[in-house]
């Protein structure tokens, strides 16, 4: 019988030097723990890794493709792409769900599904593929496997979309868009829109259409819930130390 993580890599199209570390990148902190006398390490390390090896290779690929685009809008671009529902769906278009080592409690809790295993376990996998293939090999792979199925790159990221999901995914909170301003002559008018999860405001986006507004306040939003992920992981690893 073909071993799991030969056909994970025959699918992948990759080979591991260590294949240890492509177990490791798989293994949840539940399985390890489960069995501590087979010495294994879970993927929390690997998953800080990829974490910033994703954004590096992200940021040099929107820095390339928009060469005139400015700070803030490829910041936007940046998080739509790297936000907890991008990386789930290609999480589960890889098949990733189906190799992931889980302890019987969070197997159980159906924890095969959940968004933020899902997004750490890709994440982690992109840090064992750069410590044994090194950047080239995580480029090479994002160029593969996310860029061709980013939602329309080249005219703009669908961030209603993307907030849409992520919000589905791990808030369950209805997002609603209010207009709360609308100034300058007809021929020139703009929109100022806000974004509200559960009643908060957590984006406001300007636009010479409601539709631009919108996309802009929802970028905004996404950039927020990434960086609050992003210190409930820092926490997460202070309070475990």
């Known amino acids: ?35 501590r006398k087979l010495h294994v390490e879970d993927n929390e ?3 800080f890794l990829g974490d910033a090896v994703l954004e590096l290779v992200v940021s040099d690929f929107l820095y390339r493709t928009y060469p005139r685009m400015p700070e803030g809008e490829l910041t936007r671009m940046r998080a739509a792409i790297v936000c907890e529902a991008s990386l789930v769906r290609f999480a589960k278009r890889l098949s990733f769900d189906q190799y992931i080592r889980l302890g019987r409690g969070e197997e159980r809790s159906g924890g095969r ?3 933020a295993l899902l997004a750490d376990v890709f994440e982690a996998f992109l840090g064992a593929l750069y410590l ?13 496997h ?50 509200e999860l559960g009643g908060e405001v957590r984006g406001v986006g300007i636009g010479r259409s409601k539709k631009e ?3 802009q306040a929802a970028a905004m939003a ?5 960086e609050e992920r992003s210190e409930e992981r820092v926490r997460g690893v202070s309070e475990t130390d």
């Open 1 to 35: 019988m073909q071993s799991k993580w030969l056909e994970l890599q025959e699918l992948l199209n990759l080979q591991f030097k260590d294949v240890n570390l492509l177990k490791q990148a798989f293994t949840h902190a539940s399985y390890r723990n489960e069995h």
């Open 45 to 47: 390390r690997l998953e």
């Open 113 to 115: 599904s959940r968004p």
């Open 132 to 144: 044994d293939q090194g950047l080239e090999a995580v480029r090479q792979f994002v160029h593969t």
């Open 146 to 195: 996310m860029v061709p199925y980013l939602p329309d790159v080249s005219a703009g990221l669908d961030y209603k979309t993307a907030l849409q999901e992520f919000v589905q995914q791990r808030h369950q909170t209805p997002v609603r868009y209010v207009i709360v301003e609308e100034r300058g002559p007809a021929h020139a008018r703009e929109f100022v829109v806000q974004v």
């Open 213 to 215: 507004a919108e996309q």
């Open 222 to 226: 996404l950039a927020s819930l990434s």
